[in-house]
């Protein structure tokens, strides 16, 4: 596939995840307009989505240490299955937050401050990550190393900072869940 597609489809891919969530975030959309109808396993998936990105966190920084051992098919490995395990937390992400449930950060003082910091850094870089990976993926995999580089120098600290984030989030939020 040439380069012209790839960012086509790359293209796509990001615009549609990024109106997915947005349109899910406005509560336009709901799949269990009565809460009293969203099955018990989906309100664990906040716990789930915690879990997956503190798991990324990890796997990105084994691939770091691999890569900088020289160790090409482990940094393929990990960042693959950290690709899949991020995909699965986008899917279990959008399943949660088709219910219309609503999740209200309860903090006072400049706790509060702290958290809207790392919850509005989170999800911009959380839309900007995507392509930005989807590329580095597509270079890697072509073994255009250079290119690859340059991408990942941009791609990596986002997408570290965006799984650390989703965990830090997740442990200041949860314990005003009201489900």
Request: hydrophobic letters at 55%.
């Given at each position: 596939?040439?380069?012209k597609?790839?960012?086509?489809?790359?293209?796509?891919?990001?615009?549609?995840?990024?109106?997915?969530?947005?349109?899910?975030?406005?509560?336009?959309?709901?799949?269990?307009?009565?809460?009293?109808?969203?099955?018990?396993?989906?309100?664990?998936?906040?716990?789930?989505?915690?879990?997956?990105?503190?798991?990324?966190?990890?796997?990105?920084?084994?691939?770091l240490?691999?890569?900088?051992?020289?160790?090409?098919?482990?940094?393929?490995?990990?960042?693959?299955?950290?690709?899949?395990?991020?995909?699965?937390?986008?899917?279990?992400?959008?399943?949660?937050?088709?219910?219309?449930?609503?999740?209200?950060?309860?903090?006072?003082?400049s706790?509060?401050?702290?958290?809207?910091?790392?919850?509005?850094?989170?999800?911009?870089?959380?839309?900007?990550?995507?392509?930005?990976?989807?590329?580095?993926?597509?270079?890697?995999?072509?073994?255009?190393?250079?290119?690859?580089?340059?991408?990942?120098?941009?791609?990596?600290?986002?997408?570290?900072?965006?799984?650390?984030?989703?965990?830090?989030?997740?442990?200041?939020?949860?314990?005003?869940?009201q489900?």
């Amino acid at each position: 596939m040439n380069d012209k597609i790839v960012f086509r489809l790359i293209l796509v891919i990001s615009i549609v995840v990024f109106l997915v969530v947005a349109i899910l975030q406005s509560k336009l959309i709901t799949i269990f307009p009565v809460a009293s109808v969203v099955p018990e396993w989906v309100l664990a998936l906040p716990k789930v989505n915690a879990i997956l990105n503190g798991t990324c966190t990890f796997l990105l920084l084994m691939s770091l240490y691999y890569i900088k051992k020289k160790d090409i098919v482990m940094h393929k490995v990990l960042n693959s299955i950290t690709f899949i395990l991020s995909s699965l937390f986008l899917v279990s992400y959008i399943i949660f937050h088709s219910t219309g449930i609503k999740t209200t950060y309860g903090g006072e003082g400049s706790i509060r401050l702290v958290y809207y910091f790392i919850l509005i850094t989170h999800i911009i870089l959380a839309a900007i990550v995507l392509p930005l990976v989807l590329l580095s993926f597509h270079r890697g995999f072509q073994m255009d190393v250079q290119r690859h580089r340059t991408l990942v120098k941009w791609s990596f600290p986002i997408w570290l900072y965006v799984t650390i984030t989703g965990v830090i989030v997740y442990l200041m939020i949860s314990p005003y869940y009201q489900f």
